[in-house]
């Protein structure tokens, strides 16, 4: 018997998996000698005998291992590896049930490197390598952890380190979903828990300037009305920046605010703001 066991344990004995019924009180520094054995149930007529045991069969980096797993598909042995850059580590531990997208016990896995991964979304960028994770819709209760090693260097200079996300490609609705992750920035590490089987990035997202608003081409119509009549005065107000915002054009008259109105305006976009004014006073205004 190996490893560390409390004094005065007791310990039970199995032959092939079976319980054969003996157990033993253990003393740390003895040696007691034990004779084992187990009746095990005849088989069905026609049918093979012994212990049914079932095998996940995995090829992880290109290297193949098969590990224990359950009729009902509990992993009885912790899946564990590493991709061959180092820059990837995924664990499935001993006791997590994993399934087929049939509802059946998992009897193959795979991981490699996906070499033509589908397209980010506009604006952003695919960091490091892509994986594809096998086979296709394979389930995991509960979710196992993906962890992800990336380069600074390898980062866009328009995108921000600790807006990187972990996003996992969805077939059916052709796009990338972000996940749930951390990002350690000292580390350079980001970590996701998963739930299926897909292909997995890194996904840097190019940071966009805020909203940046100029004011111009004033126009004030008529120049000179009588009192009472309407003048239109208006504006146009540009966003310069890189993202959607709102801006408040505030109209003085004789430096006394008169009026305001918001304007949300779409980045590269221009908008007009107009003003209607009557005055009772006849006098010279300044706008």
């Known amino acids: 018997v190996q490893g560390d066991i409390t004094e005065r344990a007791i310990i039970t004995f199995f032959v092939n998996d079976v319980s054969t019924g003996q157990t033993a009180e253990w003393h740390s520094g003895e040696t007691s000698p034990k004779d084992l054995s187990v009746d095990i149930a005849a088989p069905p007529a026609g049918g093979g005998g012994g212990v049914t045991r079932y095998y996940v069969d995995t090829n992880l980096f290109g290297v193949e ?17 590493t991709s061959e850059d180092g820059m990837l580590t995924f664990t499935i531990p001993d006791g997590t049930i994993a399934l087929d997208k049939y509802g059946k016990r998992l009897k193959g896995l795979e991981v490699a490197v996906d070499e033509s991964p589908p397209d980010p979304p506009e604006g952003n960028y695919i960091i490091e390598l892509a994986y594809d994770f096998g086979p296709d819709g394979a389930t995991f209760d509960p979710a196992i952890t993906l962890e992800y090693t990336y380069d600074p260097a390898e980062i866009p200079e328009d995108v921000a380190e600790e807006d990187l996300v972990l996003a996992y490609y969805d077939e059916d609705a052709d796009e990338w979903v972000e996940l749930d992750c951390v990002v350690d920035t000292e580390n350079n590490t980001i970590m996701a828990d998963v739930e299926h089987f897909t292909t997995f990035a890194i996904i840097g997202t190019v940071t966009l300037p805020p909203a ?22 208006s504006l146009v107000v540009t966003n310069t920046g890189g993202k959607s915002g709102s ?30 004014v009557t005055k009772e006073d006849a006098g010279i205004y300044s706008v």
């Open 65 to 81: 291992v098969s590990f224990r797993i359950s009729k009902t598909g509990e992993v009885l042995k912790t899946i564990e590896a």
């Open 247 to 276: 801006y408040i054009v505030t109209l003085d008259i004789n430096g006394v605010k008169e009026a305001d109105e918001t304007v949300t305006v779409a980045a590269g976009d221009s908008q007009e703001v107009s003003f209607s």
């Open 212 to 233: 940046v608003f100029a004011v111009g081409s004033l126009s004030i119509s008529p120049a000179t009305v009588n009192i009472g009549e309407t003048v239109t005065i």
